[in-house]
């Protein structure tokens, strides 16, 4: 069974920028969870889908975070402008259930 | 406010020794629980989780966790360490009310020594 896919891995932009991220969740997953994880926190949840709708964005910086999953499959999480505050790791995470959560391996994001 | 807290940064151990990792929890009722481990440049993976039941529950790799309800606690365990379970553990919580809503501690950092 495939994992959580995510890409890119790694990105470097400048403050002011904008950056997109893709995740791919595992097959048949209807729940979708996006975290920010800065360096030396655990994860913080900003967003969860339950197929391609929202049922949690309460920490979701909403004036430069948007996120949105497509046809309740791929979901994209954008940041326009960044700060560099934001330099974090995304995580998302897909599950059947409340059960379980399976973690993609992550994109490190800098902002210089 | 629901919140974890995993009050050790840091634990570092001997290669054989046991290990036990704090995990306290602030809610009203008896959450779901789990235990992540986190190795360098890898998402999470799942150890162990307690819904209900048996308050001693048995994971992954050889590790354990206790629920202790009076102390609102969730302490992970392993009798023997090895090298690879150098890594970092976050305890979360689940709150069972409408969408689940994961809450992960700040994690604990571990070392081992060969």
């Known amino acids: 069974e495939a994992g959580v896919a995510q890409s890119p891995r790694y990105k470097i932009i400048e403050k002011r920028q904008s950056v997109a991220f893709w995740c791919n969740p595992i097959s048949g997953h209807a729940t979708l969870y996006w975290y920010q994880q800065i360096l030396g926190q655990g994860p913080k949840l900003l967003i969860q889908?339950?197929?391609?709708?929202?049922?949690?964005d309460s920490q979701l910086p909403k004036d430069r975070f948007s996120a949105e999953r497509l046809k309740g499959v791929d979901s994209t999480l954008k940041i326009q402008p960044a700060k560099l505050e934001d330099s974090a790791v995304y995580l998302c995470?897909?599950?059947?259930?409340?059960?379980?959560?399976?973690f993609g391996p992550g994109t490190r994001l800098t902002v210089l | 406010a629901q919140s974890v807290t995993q009050p050790d940064i840091h634990i570092t151990v001997s290669e054989g020794a046991s290990l036990e990792l704090r995990c306290n929890y602030s809610y009203g009722a008896t959450p779901y629980l789990f235990w992540y481990v986190q190795s360098p440049g890898q998402g999470l993976q799942l150890l162990l989780k307690?819904?209900?039941?048996?308050?001693l529950v048995q994971g992954i790799k050889g590790f354990e966790a206790e629920f202790k309800r009076s102390q609102s606690s969730f302490n992970l365990r392993k009798p023997s360490v090895h090298w690879s379970d150098a890594a970092e553990y976050f305890c979360?919580?689940?709150?069972?009310?409408?969408?689940?809503?994961?809450?992960f501690g700040t994690g604990t950092r571990l070392k081992v020594l060969a």
């Open positions: 307690y819904f209900s039941g048996d308050t």
């Open positions: 889908f339950q197929n391609n709708g929202v049922v949690d």
């Open positions: 979360a919580v689940a709150t069972p009310s409408g969408t689940y809503k994961y809450i």
């Open positions: 995470a897909s599950s059947l259930d409340f059960n379980e959560q399976f």
